[in-house]
Every structure is written in structure tokens, then in C-alpha cells.
């Protein structure tokens, strides 16, 4: 007994341990690296929001799946030196407070449209959704379409996509690696492992780029947000409506480009890469055709994270819309 008492004695120290470590570093990031935004109440919620530049209209740039605005940083100063730009965190990424819960894509839209009120963004409004974040700015543009003047996709999820890409094995185990990863962040053992490093790591940036992400994805929140967002985009995306049509809204679509690969730890063969290329690209001209003024653009050198891949590729699609809008407005 006296044993079985010192072993939950110990764990508990030890368990003890590693949240003050997780505290103590995660304090220490935000130090490091706060908000370059603002933060703005909307419905009792904490969101960050990050506007720089002038000029009309203003591009609104909505992120992929489980990121932030972070994800923006090589491109967003470029837009801005031309336009009003404005990233923001959906909650739990980033610098946002979370929800602790999943939420869908009209709720995510309802979000977004609050914060342009509450924050007072001006318009009209470029849209620009990355991944996940082409199904959110739709939704957004669907129901509030006053003032939308203009929307680029950057690798855009298709609406229907769960149906029609290859089953990806893999992707049960990313849910339960990000299940466990929210147990064991709050109590330090992911950060002391450097787990998350990867998320960082495949991309070529600089090691101040690098800290920025990293003390996000090391936040104690961090995986249980990325695993409800994650949940909720996923469980949309089956048996889902055909996306809206835009009508004559000026459109651009950047699709990724590079030669498609398997990921073996998801499940993906060469073979299955190949087939779910081919249907992507499918699925994005689908999603150009949604505007009578749609054009499609190739990264050839970029996978999915284009704006992390071939940055000037989004910089030149958001600049030139802009610069084909902008006579219309004082």
C-alpha cells in the first residue's frame, strides 16, 4: 500500500510538473510573440484581428484548417503596402480565446460577419479562403453577399470533397493523435518532446517565422482546438449540397501544382496520391465554373500551403484583383 501511495504521490508530482513547464513556457512565447493585431469581444468571444495598410476594397483572408493568421505572414505586408488587409484567428488558433467545442461552417461565417461589425472593417471585400477556408468565405459570401466585390480560392476545399477524394486511412489516426496530444499538452509532455516541430518544419522559413508558429501550436489549447476544427470541417464535407454558384463575381482559383506524392503515415500510396490529384483538380475547376468570371491559376512548384510555398503566387492573384477593382470605388 505504502508503495502504491508513493507511485500516485509521484505521478502526481510529476503530472504537477509538467503543467507548471507548460505554463511557464507557454507564458514565455506569448511574451516573445503577442498578438500583432488586436483584439476585439464578439459575442463574449476574445478574437484576434490583424489590419494593416490602407486603401479600398479590403481583403478579408480567411485561413485553412487548424491555422491562423500566422499562416498569412509572407504575404500579408506585400497586400497591404497596396490594400486594407485583415487576418484574423478563428477561435483557438492563433491568438484567438477557444471555444472548447466544434463548429460548422454557417457558424464560422456568422463569426466573421460579426467581427467585421464589431472591429468596424470597412468595405467592400475581397475574399480570400485557403483550404477550409474557401468552404468558409463561400458560406460568408452566400449569406451576406452585400459588399463582396471579389473572392480568391487558394487551394480550396470542394464542398463535396469527402465523397468524391480516395479515403484516406490515415486520417482516424490524425483525430486520435490530436486527441491525445490535447491530454498530454496541457501537462507539458508535447512541448518537452518537441511533437508538434513538424507542423513547422516542412516549410521553408525563417527561425523568426518558425518561433511565431511554433508558440502558437505549443499554446495548451492548441491540439484540442486544431481536434474540434479539424472534426467539424471533416464531418461537413460528406453528403454536402454542391457549392453556391457565384454569378458574375470576379473570381480567382490557385490550385497546387507540384507532383503528387504519397504520405505513407496517411495512409496515401503514389498510386492513390496520383488518383486524388486527379480528382482534385477536378473539383477545382468545379469550383472555378461557380463564376461566370472564374480563372484558374497553377502553383507548379507549390503543394497545398501555397501562400507558404510560392507566396508571390497569392500576392500577384489578391494584387491584380484588387487593381482590377479598385476604379470602381473612390
Given at each position: 500500500m505504502k508503495i502504491l501511495r508513493g507511485s500516485v504521490g509521484l505521478l502526481v508530482a510529476l503530472v504537477l510538473a509538467g503543467a507548471l513547464f507548460q505554463w511557464l513556457g507557454a507564458r514565455a512565447d506569448r511574451r516573445a510573440h503577442p498578438a500583432p493585431g488586436r483584439f476585439v469581444?464578439?459575442?463574449g468571444l476574445r478574437l484576434h484581428v490583424d489590419c494593416r495598410g490602407e486603401g479600398r476594397p479590403t481583403v478579408l483572408l480567411e485561413a485553412g484548417l487548424t491555422s491562423g493568421s500566422a499562416s498569412w505572414l509572407l504575404v500579408h505586408d506585400a497586400i497591404a503596402r497596396v490594400t486594407r488587409t485583415c487576418a484574423y484567428d478563428r477561435p483557438g488558433m492563433d491568438w484567438s480565446e477557444p471555444i472548447g467545442r466544434t463548429a460548422d461552417a454557417t457558424e464560422v461565417a456568422a463569426r466573421l460577419h460579426r467581427l467585421v461589425e464589431v472591429a468596424e472593417i470597412p468595405g467592400?471585400?475581397?475574399?480570400?479562403?485557403m483550404s477550409a477556408g474557401g468552404v468558409y468565405v463561400r458560406?460568408?459570401?452566400?449569406?451576406?453577399?452585400?459588399?463582396?466585390?471579389?473572392?480568391?480560392?487558394?487551394?480550396?476545399s470542394h464542398e463535396q470533397q469527402g465523397n468524391r477524394l480516395p479515403a484516406i486511412s490515415g486520417a482516424a489516426n490524425i483525430d486520435r493523435m490530436?486527441?491525445?496530444?490535447?491530454?498530454?499538452?496541457?501537462?507539458?509532455?508535447?512541448?518537452?518532446?518537441?511533437?508538434?516541430?513538424?507542423?513547422?518544419d516542412q516549410y521553408e522559413l525563417t527561425a523568426e517565422h518558425r518561433a511565431l508558429i511554433?508558440?502558437?501550436?505549443?499554446?495548451?489549447?492548441?491540439?484540442a482546438a486544431m481536434r474540434d476544427e479539424s472534426r467539424s470541417?471533416?464531418?461537413?464535407?460528406?453528403?454536402?449540397?454542391?457549392?453556391?454558384?457565384?454569378?458574375?463575381?470576379?473570381?480567382?482559383?490557385?490550385?497546387?501544382?507540384?507532383r503528387p506524392e504519397g504520405i505513407e503515415a496517411?495512409?496515401?500510396?503514389?498510386?492513390?496520391?496520383?488518383?486524388?490529384?486527379?480528382i482534385w483538380d477536378v473539383l477545382q475547376e468545379e469550383l472555378t465554373a461557380l463564376s461566370t468570371r472564374?480563372?484558374?491559376?497553377?502553383?507548379?512548384?507549390?503543394?497545398?500551403?501555397?501562400?507558404?510555398e510560392q507566396p508571390q503566387l497569392v500576392i500577384d492573384a489578391i494584387i491584380g484583383m484588387v487593381g482590377n477593382l479598385r476604379g470602381r470605388f473612390p
Amino acid at each position: 500500500m505504502k508503495i502504491l501511495r508513493g507511485s500516485v504521490g509521484l505521478l502526481v508530482a510529476l503530472v504537477l510538473a509538467g503543467a507548471l513547464f507548460q505554463w511557464l513556457g507557454a507564458r514565455a512565447d506569448r511574451r516573445a510573440h503577442p498578438a500583432p493585431g488586436r483584439f476585439v469581444d464578439v459575442d463574449g468571444l476574445r478574437l484576434h484581428v490583424d489590419c494593416r495598410g490602407e486603401g479600398r476594397p479590403t481583403v478579408l483572408l480567411e485561413a485553412g484548417l487548424t491555422s491562423g493568421s500566422a499562416s498569412w505572414l509572407l504575404v500579408h505586408d506585400a497586400i497591404a503596402r497596396v490594400t486594407r488587409t485583415c487576418a484574423y484567428d478563428r477561435p483557438g488558433m492563433d491568438w484567438s480565446e477557444p471555444i472548447g467545442r466544434t463548429a460548422d461552417a454557417t457558424e464560422v461565417a456568422a463569426r466573421l460577419h460579426r467581427l467585421v461589425e464589431v472591429a468596424e472593417i470597412p468595405g467592400p471585400y475581397v475574399l480570400v479562403g485557403m483550404s477550409a477556408g474557401g468552404v468558409y468565405v463561400r458560406e460568408y459570401q452566400r449569406k451576406h453577399p452585400g459588399g463582396i466585390v471579389g473572392m480568391v480560392l487558394v487551394d480550396s476545399s470542394h464542398e463535396q470533397q469527402g465523397n468524391r477524394l480516395p479515403a484516406i486511412s490515415g486520417a482516424a489516426n490524425i483525430d486520435r493523435m490530436l486527441s491525445l496530444c490535447s491530454w498530454l499538452q496541457p501537462i507539458g509532455l508535447i512541448r518537452a518532446s518537441d511533437a508538434l516541430d513538424v507542423l513547422v518544419d516542412q516549410y521553408e522559413l525563417t527561425a523568426e517565422h518558425r518561433a511565431l508558429i511554433r508558440a502558437n501550436v505549443y499554446q495548451s489549447h492548441a491540439c484540442a482546438a486544431m481536434r474540434d476544427e479539424s472534426r467539424s470541417f471533416h464531418g461537413e464535407v460528406f453528403d454536402a449540397d454542391p457549392p453556391t454558384s457565384l454569378g458574375d463575381l470576379p473570381l480567382v482559383v490557385l490550385s497546387q501544382g507540384s507532383r503528387p506524392e504519397g504520405i505513407e503515415a496517411f495512409g496515401l500510396s503514389d498510386e492513390m496520391a496520383r488518383e486524388q490529384r486527379a480528382i482534385w483538380d477536378v473539383l477545382q475547376e468545379e469550383l472555378t465554373a461557380l463564376s461566370t468570371r472564374g480563372q484558374r491559376r497553377v502553383a507548379t512548384e507549390s503543394g497545398h500551403v501555397i501562400q507558404l510555398e510560392q507566396p508571390q503566387l497569392v500576392i500577384d492573384a489578391i494584387i491584380g484583383m484588387v487593381g482590377n477593382l479598385r476604379g470602381r470605388f473612390p
